[in-house]
């Protein structure tokens, strides 16, 4: 599937992130680094670690999920001007396999975007196998509207 061409409006947020990890917020409980980052697309990854396995062994799905829902909105901003915000408005998961251990690896892809709105895929892996594939869109804010009450 090819993405649409999109032109890289904000190149230091790319600067600003790739290889960054967060001291707070739930990027920084899961330890989520990004990886590559280009107009469009973005690699990110955490390591699974014991507090995010639950008593069955297995992680839980929520984790996956803020994977996900972090990297939707957060592969716009290169794309997005600067100043200007993106907000999940709706994503779904399918989960195709259990973790418990290892790396998990989301890539993002911007599949369809406006001045309003964008689509994105998300397929994150996990130990060479992929195990997760999400897709949501966000409502984007510009920089230039006034935030009146927003």
Wanted: hydrophobic letters at 40%.
């Amino acid at each position: 599937m090819t993405r649409p061409a999109l032109e890289l409006a904000n190149p230091k947020f790319i600067d600003f992130m790739v290889g960054r990890r967060s001291d707070g917020g739930i990027d920084g409980y899961l330890g989520i680094q990004v990886v590559e980052f280009e107009a469009g697309r973005l690699v990110a990854e955490f390591d699974v670690g014991d507090d995010h396995v639950t008593f069955i062994g297995n992680m839980h799905g929520g984790c996956l999920a803020a994977l996900c829902d972090h990297c939707l909105g957060l592969v716009l901003y290169p794309v997005m001007s600067p100043g200007s915000w993106a907000a999940t408005t709706e994503f779904k998961v399918n989960y195709l396999r259990p973790v418990s251990g290892g790396t998990c690896r989301a890539t993002a892809e911007v599949r369809s975007m406006t001045k309003r709105s964008a689509v994105v895929t998300i397929e994150v892996e996990n130990e060479g196998r992929l195990v997760a594939v999400a897709q949501g869109t966000c409502t984007v804010k510009l920089a230039e509207e006034k935030t009146d009450g927003d």
